[in-house]
């Protein structure tokens, strides 16, 4: 089936640095990337959704200049997490799906970022 | 895309079918009914989807009414390792679709 790999699984880092996780599918090209945050206890909440080459769509009230999110591969797709703050801890998850792969979203094992 | 409705949670008991329900009474007729799970701390795993017509593969079995209104989940043998959140979720067909989560179903399977 296909595979997402996330990395790294876990982060911990202090308040005013920037992390970066990345998501890799690992045998399909993803056109198309999802990046959710879930708090604890709570379902997922959409982020953006990134296509190969093109410009990240932010939902509502995520903000683009604090999580950039970069789709330069059909295979990578990286969120950095600028300036991190404490309320910024949180598991972030990708997912992708591909036209000449699966139709389904296949998800990564998530980051859980914690900020100090 | 169209709203579902699901238990909060559920019990079953270890080697016997889980059914897990699922109301989505505003689908359109080009949505698909999509389950996923989530286990503690993990990434959502997809398990099943479909139009109208029953499915099933290695995982489970998808129950979908005829007038498309509800589904039922079914995980015929659970085991302890079935123990997640379950969500069902209707969207169109399409990889570069957002899937909208719910609250889902925590399954619990008890020995």
């Known amino acids: 089936g296909a595979v997402v790999s996330q990395h790294p699984s876990w982060v911990i880092c202090k308040s005013g640095t920037s992390v970066k996780i990345e998501c890799r599918s690992l045998d399909f090209q993803a056109t198309t990337m999802f990046w959710y945050r879930q708090f604890p206890k709570q379902s997922l909440m959409l982020m953006a959704t990134s296509n190969e080459g093109s410009k990240a769509t932010y939902e509502q009230g995520v903000e683009k200049d604090k999580f950039l999110i970069n789709h330069a591969s059909l295979t990578l797709s990286t969120l950095t997490v600028t300036s991190a703050h404490p309320e910024d801890s949180s598991f972030y998850i990708c997912?992708?799906?591909?036209?000449?792969?699966?139709?389904?979203?296949?998800f990564g094992p998530g980051t859980r970022l914690t900020v100090t | 895309d169209a709203k579902t409705t699901q238990p909060p949670s559920m019990d079953c008991a270890e080697g016997r079918a889980a059914n897990l329900p699922c109301n989505h009474s505003?689908?359109?007729?080009?949505?698909?009914v999509y389950w996923y799970r989530q286990i503690h701390s993990q990434g959502p795993q997809y398990i099943i989807h479909?139009?109208?017509?029953?499915e099933t593969n290695e995982m489970a079995s998808l129950i979908i009414t005829e007038d498309r209104k509800s589904s039922t989940l079914i995980l015929p043998h659970a085991t302890l390792r079935d123990t997640a959140v379950y969500y069902c979720i209707v969207r169109v067909d399409g990889s570069n679709y957002q899937l909208i989560w719910g609250a889902g179903t925590k399954l619990i399977i008890k020995p």
């Open positions: 479909g139009l109208k017509n029953n």
């Open positions: 997912s992708a799906s591909g036209t000449g792969g699966p139709r389904e979203q296949y």
């Open positions: 505003t689908i359109s007729g080009n949505e698909y």
